[in-house]
């Protein structure tokens, strides 16, 4: 059997709506990309969504909205994808990264520690689709207040560090009875061909301001921003009579365009109604099996006031070394079986390495990378296939350990 690890879900809706783009005569950002925006706000409350070329374009341009840049401190969780750390480097800021817990979400405690005078933004990662703990993150912002140092008019308007969560894998997840996009000020979903929901490449922007913002207000600036600077779109300007536009910022060209977002539009309602359902199934399937293995370690599914998103599978090997689990992951590829590691912590790969990052100084998420394995989960998974993964993963286990 060869099972592939992520596949996209692509059903025949996808392929009339990528055609409806094609054949109408408007292929980049128009009204495809709206109707993505209005159905991202539609499924998780966000009062205001953008839609981007990338989650990481997405990030990049959040922060430049704060005027974050040189000078100014970010801090990331050590264990995430590196578009995390990059997207603060290219706004010209330092990331500060901070070490995580056993449920691989970044340290709430780690973050108190290290904001500085300097500390602008705070960027938590839902990994795996697990959400952060945003009452304590948002209790140790407030807490903070006093050393803040703005010098912009939208760091003193906000009066405190921002809030910008890289949700690129927590999109349906729910925290505290709401979905995951109204709850940070920011947050920021990837459209990328391995997300639960995708366009191919693309992100979104959920802006959830506090007052005094006005969200309606930030959403066209970005909107702006993410276009050139220029006030009028294309499709705008397409129309007769309308050929006049205007550059007033240095924007990004970061949009994304009708023929990709048709894509997320075919996808958005089937995967809140269908998909994440048979995610969650295909993870209750996963745990009734490993949950009486001795030598297993379950990812976090529900709690008290959390839901996944069910984006990876992240299974532990109960104490495996890093050449153990790397053995254990040849054998599960030998039997057909495409699985994955997330993440290699950050301080293990070469830029951050000669940045000065030493990975000893992150104990726990080495300690959560070197025995974790991300099984295939999606709704293309056969009853036949899930049984024969978990069958390949404990044989594999078990002649190891
Ligand atoms: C995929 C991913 C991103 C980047 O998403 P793109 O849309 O590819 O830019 C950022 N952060 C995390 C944690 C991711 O997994």
């Known amino acids: 059997m060869q099972i592939p690890f992520s596949p996209p879900f692509i059903d025949e809706n996808v ?7 094609l054949v109408s005569g408007w292929i980049t950002t128009g009204p495809k990309v709206k109707k993505l925006e209005d159905l991202v706000c539609q499924y998780t409350s966000a009062q205001k969504t953008l839609c981007v070329n990338s989650a990481t374009s997405g990030l990049l341009l959040s922060l430049a909205w704060y005027d974050i840049g040189q000078g100014d401190e970010v801090i990331i969780p050590a264990y995430t994808y590196a578009a995390t750390a990059l997207a603060v480097m290219h706004v010209g800021a330092t990331p500060v990264m901070v070490d995580t817990e056993a449920d691989f979400n970044i340290s709430v405690s780690a973050i108190e520690n290290a904001i500085t005078e300097r500390t602008k933004a705070v960027i938590p990662v839902d990994i ?36 910008l969560s ?6 349906g ?11 940070s000020d920011i947050t920021v979903f990837s459209f ?27 959403y ?30 240095q924007g990004y060209k970061i949009n994304m ?22 995610r969650k199934d295909i993870y209750e399937f996963y745990r009734s099996f490993f949950q009486n293995k001795s030598w297993a370690i379950l990812p976090p599914y529900v709690s008290e006031d959390k839901i996944s998103s069910c984006h990876l599978y992240a299974l532990r090997i109960k104490d495996a070394t890093e050449a153990q689990r790397d053995e254990i992951i040849e054998k599960i590829s030998a039997k057909g079986v495409a699985v994955n590691v997330h993440f290699q912590p950050l301080p293990l790969l070469s830029l951050f390495k000669q940045k000065g990052f030493d990975i000893a100084d992150y104990p726990v998420a080495y300690n959560n990378y070197k025995s974790e394995i991300s099984l295939p989960i999606y709704p293309q998974l056969s009853k036949e ?7 390949s993963v404990s044989s594999a286990v078990e002649s190891t350990l």
């Open 15 to 21: 392929l009339e709506e990528v055609k409806d783009s």
């Open 128 to 163: 795996a689709g697990w959400p952060c703990d945003y009452d304590a993150i948002m209790k140790v912002i407030e807490a903070k207040k006093s050393i803040f140092k703005p010098n912009s008019k939208n760091q003193e308007k906000l009066g405190r560090i921002l809030c």
């Open 166 to 171: 890289d949700s690129a894998h927590s999109i």
């Open 173 to 183: 997840a729910e925290y505290d009875g709401k979905k995951i996009g109204c709850i």
């Open 192 to 218: 990328h061909a391995v997300k639960n929901v995708t366009t191919a490449e693309g992100g979104a922007i959920c802006i959830n301001l506090p007052l005094p913002f006005n969200n309606e207000e930030e």
């Open 220 to 249: 066209q600036f970005l909107r702006c921003n993410a276009l050139n600077g220029q006030t009028k779109d294309a499709f705008t300007k397409s129309k007769a009579g309308s050929w006049r536009y205007d550059i007033i910022y």
């Open 257 to 278: 365009p009708d023929v990709l977002a048709a894509i997320g539009v075919a996808q958005m309602p089937t995967y809140f109604e269908e998909v994440l359902p048979q």
């Open 385 to 391: 296939e899930l049984q024969y993964i978990v069958d």
